[in-house]
């Protein structure tokens, strides 16, 4: 496996590579890999002749009273599990070669972004579609790889993908979950004993309100209140959303008719955890985007 | 020479050439192709094995009051034009395929847009770069060329292909002029005759400024009054702007030390023309990005 830390050879190893005729999958990545990440590397391991997956902390991401600074980093654990999966190219860019300021050019995401998460993270898709857009024209993947556990961030890159005819395809992976349902996520190590035992019913709050469409209710705020109720009386976290909304565009609905999205975001002590359901008319759960 | 008129086709064949290993050479227009268009044709054709132009009469780019409805037309001749040029590709998208409503994604130009052309044409250069933007994720140029008339734009696409790290050389063309001086432009055929008959005073007064500063010249607002003058005195023009800053960055400088730009606008009945020179503190012509 290869490791690269600059801007510049990673651009000229693409290059090299697309002059090879090679398809590229890529998995962008935060770091602190978990089995969601490697459900993302296998896929793309698979389905491509060169995988390359970046590490980068995106500060841009964050809002001013997130937790860029202690979000978790363990590189020489993520050198380790990228060689585990057959990672051919490691890209771990400095934040000094990704953000040399001062910046001319910003990224505004018009649509899919001011409602669920993207409601209460000002500023926090601007900075996803603007390391992406970065981060594709360095890597230059035929396919990119990300996780259904972010939703709402699939979506807003299909939008960026389309609206800037980048020249890839996003390969939506189901969310990779503990054995009692919990989705993985690098910040459930934030979770206490307490809090960790009841996390699990986050998603069965969301298999819940998804029974109650395959049962008929068609009603979003209906289903939308007792998915609310269903949190509030099995763990001691604060909501910061439930949404049911059209997918992947994320508009309000009256009625369950085509694809939709069931999503929530709860906040426990020292971490904010997030976890949706897509599924159609018929609660049929399919994520296609 | 072939004729693509679909994204689709485009990205297909463009994505098909990089596999080759083919170098291709990028001349995005607006069609109405003159001498300045040839010139980019010209040196894009040298330096690449494959040459791809476009013509796209970009909405984006033109403000409320400007002339987008009217904005020439010939798509005949530029083909002939085009393939006079040994153009390998003449990619002409429709707006509906490059604009399908509704976007999710803009551009912002945060530096070097807020002084010249920039300043009195809001959201001009949001348009440059967000047609730009797609044009190249659907060109896939190695290399693409930009006439210095509009050394605004070339600095803008700088900061674009530095920003998002597109794997992009901008490569900009020195200006084509008249035998008096003028430089070629589409909308030089607005100009009355007596208009055209004074028009040739614009270069002139920017050679007048320059002549200054090799004559030992160092303060920039006298600089742009003579100039202002000298256009005042020799058009019945109405100017825009006069100004000189620092390029590429375009910031306001105090004294000419390092490379600079002389650069203006004047309206005229029917048409807009804009000019430039670009120079280092000894006076010496240079246009380096």
């Known amino acids: ?34 089995e969601g990440h490697q459900q993302l590397m296998s896929k793309a ?7 390359i997956v970046s590490i980068f902390v995106n500060p841009l ?29 490691l890209f771990i860019p400095e934040k000094a070669d990704m953000y040399p300021s001062p910046r001319s050019i910003s990224l505004h995401v018009l649509r ?9 993270r000002e500023g926090h898709f601007e900075g996803v579609v603007t390391v992406l857009s970065k981060l594709f024209n360095i890597t230059l993947p035929d396919k990119v790889y990300f996780g259904m556990k972010d939703a709402q961030q699939v979506a807003v890159v299909d939008a960026l993908i389309n609206d800037l005819n980048y020249p890839i395809e996003i390969i939506p992976v189901s969310t ?50 007792e998915v609310k109720d269903f949190i509030l009386s099995n763990t001691h976290g604060k909501i910061d959303y439930v949404e049911l909304l059209s997918y992947p ?25 997030i976890d949706n359901v897509v599924f159609n008319g018929q609660g049929s759960v399919s994520e296609r985007i």
Do not use: W
């Not at 830390?5 to 978990?34: C, D, N, W």
């Not at 809002?63 to 190219?89: L, S």
């Open 176 to 225: 990779v979950r503990e054995l009692d349902g919990l989705a993985k996520s690098s910040r459930n190590v934030y979770l206490s004993d307490q809090e960790r035992d009841e996390a699990n019913n986050i998603y069965k709050a969301l298999q819940f309100g998804l029974k109650l469409v395959v049962d008929g209710e068609k009603n979003p705020d209906n289903i939308v209140q």
């Open 61 to 89: 991401q964050f809002g001013p009273n997130e937790d860029f600074e202690r979000y978790p980093r363990d590189e020489q654990r993520d050198i380790k599990t990228a060689e585990y999966n057959q990672v051919d190219v």
């Open 112 to 120: 899919r972004s001011n409602v669920l998460c993207g409601r209460s």
């Open 249 to 273: 565009e994320l508009t309000p609905i009256t009625s369950i008719n085509e694809q939709v999205i069931l999503a929530t975001a709860v906040h426990f002590e020292r971490a904010r955890l």
């Open 45 to 51: 391991r698979q389905e491509n002749d060169i995988l």
């Open 1 to 34: 496996m290869k490791i690269i830390r600059t801007i510049q050879e990673m651009k000229q190893h693409a290059s090299k590579l697309k002059k090879q005729g090679q398809a590229i999958g890529f998995v962008p990545t935060m770091g602190y890999l978990h």
